[in-house]
Every structure is written in C-alpha cells, then in structure tokens.
C-alpha cells in the first residue's frame, strides 16, 4: 500500500511495540524459529500477460467453480483497486517491477527497448552478447537480466537460504523469463518458435539444458499445438463480448476475416513456423505443461527450504494485441486460461501438497479498449497520425534550430535530445525541452506534455505526473515526455495495445492464495512494487533491495 499517511503511523508503531517488547525477545525468537519453519515450501508468482482487472469481473461466469481464477478469488485475498505507478506500462517493465519491488526509477527497465543515450544505440531490455545460446542454432538465447539494475524477490531468496532455494522462470517470451527469474537464478527458460519450437535458455544460467528440457522439447507437445482454434465452449454462450465478425479485429496470414474457427492453413501448414501457437491460447497451455514438468522434474517444494517458480502467460498478449480487448478471442483465452491454471494448481497439490505452497497472480499492465470500437459508440477516442506528426515535426525543428538532428531518437513516448547540438548551438538543454514539449501540445491528440527538467527537479506525489517520475530514470530516460489523450494509441486499428499512464493500461488484477494468505478483498489502492515486500514479509527475508513498495498488510496471516 503506497498511501503516504501510512509510513509514519506505521514507523511510530514499530518502535512502541519494539520498546514494549524488549523484555520478550528471547521467547518471541523461539516463536520466529517456528514460524520460519511454517514457510511454504515453494511460491508461484503467476504474471498473465496484459491482463486488465476486469477479465476477473467481466468473465467470472465463465470461470469454472474447481478453476484457477476462482480458487484464487474464493480462497485467498484480492486486491480489487491494484495499479501500476509508472509508464510506460510494457512487458519488460511490468516484469521487472512485480519482481523487484520498485520502478524503472530505479531498477532500470525503462522500456522493452529503449535507446541507450551513453552508447548511442537502441537496446533490448533483455538482450546480452556476451553470453550463449543454449538449446537453440539461432540468437534467440543471447540473454541476460544485466540492465536491470537491482535485485529481485527471487535473488533475495537465493541470498536468504544460501542459494539452497531454488529460483526458475519460464515463460514464451524471453524477457517474461529472465526478469522474473533475477540475476542469481537456477535457470530461466522462455520458447523458441520459428523453426524449432523448443524451450531454450542462455549460457548466462547453463552449459547445456538438463536432459528433461531436452527431452521434453523432443516429445512434439509443442507441435501438437499447432492446430486450429475453435472456442472452448460453444461460441453462443460468449456473451461477455463483442460479435465474432467486426473491422476492429486483425486477421491471421491467410485468414479473410476475424471469425472461429481459426485454422489459418498457410500458417499451419509451414511445417517450421512455431511461432502461431503464441498467437493462439494453447500457447499458455504449452507453458503450463512445462511449468509442470519444470516443478515435477526440479523437485520444486520438495523440502523445507523454498523454492521459487515464476511463471508468465504471454499469449493472452498476443492474442489481445491482435484481436482486442472486447474480442470472443479474448473471452476463449481466458476461458482456456482459467483450465491451465486449474492444472496448474492441480500438479502443486500433487507434488507439493495444497496449503503449502503459497500462490500470487498479476499481469505485466493492461490494455486498452479498441479506439476505433470506443469511437464506433461515441466514446472520445483515436489514432496517432504519425505521416503528419513526423512532417509538422520537421518542419518546427528546421525552422526553430536549422537542422533536425537536434532530436536523436523517439521511443516509449519519450524524445531524446542530441546535447552536443544543443551546446554547439549555444542553447540550453531546458529551453530546448520546453520549446519542443511546447510544440507537441498543439498536436491535437497529445494531452500534457513533460520535460525531463521538471522530472529533475519536482517530486510529484499524484496523478499522472507522479507516473510519469516513477517511470523516469535519470540515466535512461529522455528529454521530452508526451502524455496522449485517453482512449487515443500509435496503433493499427485493430486490435489493442498498451504502453500509456492511463487508468485502462495501470489496473492490473492482483490475487494472492494458500500458506500464510488470509481470505478476502480490499478496494484500497495498491501497487505493483508492494508485492515483492509481501512476499518477501510472508518469507521473513529481505526486500529487494531498489523496494519503494509497502507490504500489503491486510494479505498475510500473522
Ligand atoms: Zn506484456
Ligand atoms: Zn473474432
Ligand atoms: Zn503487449
């Protein structure tokens, strides 16, 4: 909880009961040492990729009563009003946050890519080549979570049991993987589609895959998804969203329009191309089969020291980007979602027992409603005309300054200035942020606009600009932060698409279940970077150490 009238109350009351139980630390110490031994014996955090609150609310129906969401909501604590506190609101990002208890501010992650301004090169955020790739002839393994800048829940944990706990990530997108998964981590394994559709990893954590990744790649499970996709249940009683056939979904290679079943032929019938089944919802089922087998064969949960598994669902992405937020497609997804959670649950109480494994669930960010739906029943939305901004753009920087390389990169709603340029025009860096952010304001789909000396110099304590810094590195960030209207994206028209600080991108489902969580709700607001202080409170271990959040007091049995 990130309330700021909190800290002080809570600092007053930690040192009373300190002073008032002085005399009973020696009995207090046995009850810890119990208490420790209560820990769970492994705990999942689960990150469902661009994931909004309301798929919990709007699909709960269709929810099965023995599924994933519902045991989660029913069973354990859910946190209704829970946020992001930074843009932009990516996967990297959104990944990196959950894990380490902060924001780009800190740890870094400033953006899936984003332009190096020290080296003057566009970067990856998960991107190493000074590592190998394992498992796999293409680059796709050149990995590492070295930009991210402090540590993670699970690095913490690897300190605490003097890394006898094991900590694994897994995930079809690489940096879903490694983030998650820290810089101490056993390994993290995210999927290679294209021409081989294996499970693959970097030199960073191994040598060689162990001999059940290989063999599980082996097995054709992989293959076996790709195949056509028809709704799990019968298409007429989706009636939580949209008609099947509309102009604000996009369409497979080789499809002719946006409607189940979906059995794009020039796309499966590539025998090579792997890469359809992240589009698909059997692309989650892919990482919940090897979750499990991940769990089974590492023996995660098996003794009293805990062990981490992090997983990430990246297909609910995918398909959301493609089709949108009010699609069906979206609706099957998370329908077949709720089942692979349920299996899910199911292996863990199987191999590690129920109630003593303890369970967290969240997205990496939201995701708008399709503009062009929202503006079809008159709600204020749009697109970015990126052919006319680039002219006017060009057109102010030639007029005002005489060249246009003053700007050298616009990425994550943010321009990056040339500051050589600047200081060989005789200008001042501050001038030249004002004029430009000056400029961008009478573009009119932008809404405010921020340079990064107010980012220096003001400490925002709410709304949008409170975002914004929270997002803002002084090392990474640029020059020129631009906030675009609400409902309006740099985006096709189909589909939805995230990355902003508006509400609909920032409300992230946040559920926690089993040891040591108490049954029940709050609207309260909470915030992404107060999970890994709970868990770490759950685990009695340290916080990471770049931790802004608060533990979520109202979650943990204590
Ligand atoms: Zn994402
Ligand atoms: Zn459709
Ligand atoms: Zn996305």
Redesign the pocket.
């Given at each position: 909880m990130s309330t700021n009238f909190r800290l002080p109350i809570l600092a007053v009351l930690v040192t009373f009961f300190s002073i008032i139980s002085g005399f009973s630390q020696r009995k207090a110490k046995a009850k810890d040492d119990s208490a420790l031994k209560g820990n769970p014996k492994l705990v999942v955090g689960i990150i469902v990729d661009q994931m909004r609150y309301d798929y919990l609310t709007r699909f709960y129906d269709q929810y099965d009563d023995e599924g994933g969401f519902k045991r989660m909501m029913e069973n354990g604590f859910n946190c209704k009003n829970n946020h992001y506190n930074y843009a932009p609101t990516s996967t990297g990002p959104g990944h990196a946050s959950v894990y380490t208890g902060t924001t780009p501010a800190t740890h870094g992650i400033i953006g899936n890519n984003w332009y190096d301004k020290e080296n003057d090169v566009e970067v990856y955020c998960a991107s190493d080549d000074s590592y190998a790739s394992v498992g796999t002839t293409s680059d796709a393994g050149k990995m590492s979570p070295h930009r991210m800048q402090v540590t993670t829940i699970t690095d913490q944990l690897r300190l605490h049991t003097q890394m006898q706990g094991k900590t694994i990530g897994i995930a079809l997108k690489d940096r879903g993987a490694i983030l998650p998964a820290g810089h101490a981590a056993n390994a993290a394994y995210w999927f290679h589609g294209a021409d081989e559709g294996k499970w693959i990893s970097s030199s960073y954590y191994m040598d060689k895959l162990p001999q059940w990744v290989i063999d599980f790649n082996a097995s054709g499970v992989a293959g076996s998804y790709k195949k056509a996709w028809t709704t799990l249940k019968d298409i007429s009683s989706y009636t939580e969203s949209g008609s099947?056939?509309?102009v604000f979904?996009g369409l497979f290679e080789g499809e002719t329009s946006?409607?189940?079943p979906h059995n794009p032929q020039e796309l499966l019938n590539k025998n090579k191309d792997y890469d359809i089944i992240k589009s698909t919802p059997f692309g989650n089922s892919l990482t919940a089969d090897f979750a499990i087998e991940a769990l089974k064969q590492e023996e995660l949960g098996k003794d009293d020291i805990t062990d981490f598994l992090a997983v990430s669902f990246s297909s609910t992405d995918y398909v959301g980007h493609k089709?949108g937020v009010n699609?069906?497609?979206i609706e099957d997804t998370y329908v077949r979602l709720d089942k692979d959670l349920a299996r899910l649950f199911e292996a863990l109480d199987k191999n590690v027992g129920e109630g003593e494994y303890t369970v967290f669930l969240t997205a990496d960010h939201a995701a708008v409603n399709v503009p062009a739906y929202l503006k079809s029943i008159k709600i204020p939305a749009g697109y970015v005309d990126n052919d006319s901004t680039k002219e006017k753009f060009a057109n102010f920087l030639k007029y005002k300054y005489g060249t246009e390389d003053i700007v050298k990169n616009f990425s994550n709603y943010q321009i990056f200035l040339d500051h050589k340029i600047i200081n060989n025009l005789d200008l001042e860096v501050r001038e030249v942020q004002e004029d430009i952010a000056k400029e961008f304001l009478s573009y009119d789909y932008v809404d405010r606009v921020y340079t990064g000396y107010q980012m220096w110099q003001n400490n925002y304590t709410s709304g949008i600009p409170y975002i914004l810094q929270n997002g803002y590195n002084q090392k990474r960030s640029g020059d020129v932060l631009l906030v675009l209207k609400p409902g309006t994206i740099t985006y096709s028209k189909t589909g939805s698409t995230h990355g902003s600080p508006q509400i609909y991108d920032t409300h992230t489902p946040l559920l926690f279940y089993g040891k040591g969580i108490k049954k029940g709700s709050t609207v309260e607001r909470t915030e992404i970077p107060d999970i890994a202080p709970t868990i770490s409170s759950l685990l009695g271990i340290a916080f990471p150490n770049g931790t802004t959040g608060e533990p979520i007091v109202e979650v943990l049995e204590q």
């Open positions: 099947d056939n509309n979904e946006p409607t189940f089709f699609s069906k497609e």
